[in-house]
């Protein structure tokens, strides 16, 4: 018997972390944390910079965040957070859209972005779906937040 529960348990333990995700982000015990229907500055209490720059990789097939790296298809977003909509990459063509757009890249702007840049921005050539998750977006802000010069 104890045999058996020397093999079921670690079987056990390896389901529950399959489940929980790779890279387990406990999103939603921090989910729950941020108390019913949370608005963005209750998500970004409990955001994190690190579950952000893993979910940066849907962001990385079109752009760069080290600094000084090329624009890629979109532009290199080091640095971009409080910076004006399309203004951050000197030499990258942004649409008219977005330099007309008018907004700097704080929290909301962000949020919003993510969520359907199409939507937000009608012309934009980000062709990005959109990141449907309000934690999952939070913790993408968080992460553009801490790729900044330091001061
Ligand atoms: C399929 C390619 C693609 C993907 C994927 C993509 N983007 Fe973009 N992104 C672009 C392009 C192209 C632009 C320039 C848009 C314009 O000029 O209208 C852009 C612009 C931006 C800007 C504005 C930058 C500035 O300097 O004003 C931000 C912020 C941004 N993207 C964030 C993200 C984030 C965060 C993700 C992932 C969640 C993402 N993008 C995914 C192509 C992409």
Redesign the pocket.
Known sequence: MSVFKAIAAPAVMAVALMLAGCGDDHHDDRLRQAGPHPALADLMKVASADAGAR??R??????SIMEGAMD????N?FG?FG???????AR????A???KAGGK?DERA?DV??TD?QAF?P??????R??PDALD?AD??AY?RTQQPSR
């Open positions: 979910k940066f849907q962001c990385a097939a079109c752009h890629r298809g979109g532009p977003l971009v910076t004006k909509f399309a203004t951050n990459r990258y063509s942004y649409t859209a977005l330099a890249w962000l972005w993510m840049p921005v012309g934009t050539t980000m062709q990005f959109g990141v977006r993408l802000i553009l």
